[in-house]
């Protein structure tokens, strides 16, 4: 009957009323933590499955993150990709980027991280003073304390203060005795994973040989990005 009813006021010219439609996902906005210690932008239930595992202070992820924005665009804003990223130490100053940069929400975990490589040029070159200035001060710290000895010298405690995190809960994150044995763990299992270096990426579970985003781009599309 509605199909008799649309085709009357095709032929009278007059316009059919409009079907609903269900408004399509925003994927980069679904960010949730993973249980393997990641934080995952966009689709769930995607066919492909990318990981990075990554350096906030290694300056080919911070190349990755500058050329890759058509990852989020294109790739997982389709519903057909999703983003995870997982922390891997491999600098000193790292554990104070990672203890801080955890400690944020789910929501702003990315903005926070990207705001992190934007700015790694700035706090690479701090830390590199820091090595002469502070190394063997910070380094005879316990690791909690040392940890926000580098995020406060190097400009992460002010990057996330400035996103709104309150110094009550930056304190916090500084004194919670899990922080360190848990990025422990989650850098052993890594390591078994065969990470040995940043960045990282496996697609759907294998490793993919590819650093860059050049490199990678045609892997997704191969993998049915």
């Known amino acids: 009957m509605r199909f008799l009813v649309v085709a009357l006021l095709f032929l009278l010219g007059a316009s059919a009323p409009a079907l609903s439609r269900a408004p399509a996902p925003d994927w980069l906005a679904a960010i949730a933590s993973t249980p393997e210690g990641g934080v995952r932008m966009g689709n769930p239930a995607a066919p492909v499955k990318l990981v990075e595992y990554g ?23 389709s519903g ?37 490589y934007a700015n790694q040029g700035i706090f690479n070159h701090r830390a590199e003073t820091m090595r002469i200035t502070r190394y063997d001060q910070i380094a005879a710290m316990p690791s909690l304390q040392a940890a926000k000895a580098w995020s406060d010298d190097l400009g992460y405690t002010d990057l996330v203060r400035q996103a709104g995190m309150t110094d009550a809960k930056i304190n916090a994150c500084f004194a919670n005795p899990q922080a360190i044995p848990t990025l422990a763990r989650r850098l052993e299992a890594a390591q078994k994973a065969g990470v040995d270096g940043t960045p990282a990426f496996f697609i759907n579970g294998r490793r993919a040989k590819a650093i860059l985003w050049s490199q990678l781009e045609p892997l997704l599309k191969a993998a049915g990005g």
């Open 55 to 77: 350096s906030r202070s290694c300056p080919v992820c911070g190349r990755f993150a500058a050329e890759s924005s058509d990852l989020r665009t294109k790739y997982v804003a």
């Open 80 to 116: 057909k990709v999703s983003y995870e990223y997982r922390e891997f130490l491999i600098h000193p100053q790292d554990i104070g980027a990672v203890v801080i940069g955890k400690c944020v929400s789910d929501r702003n975990f990315f903005i926070v991280l990207d705001a992190m």
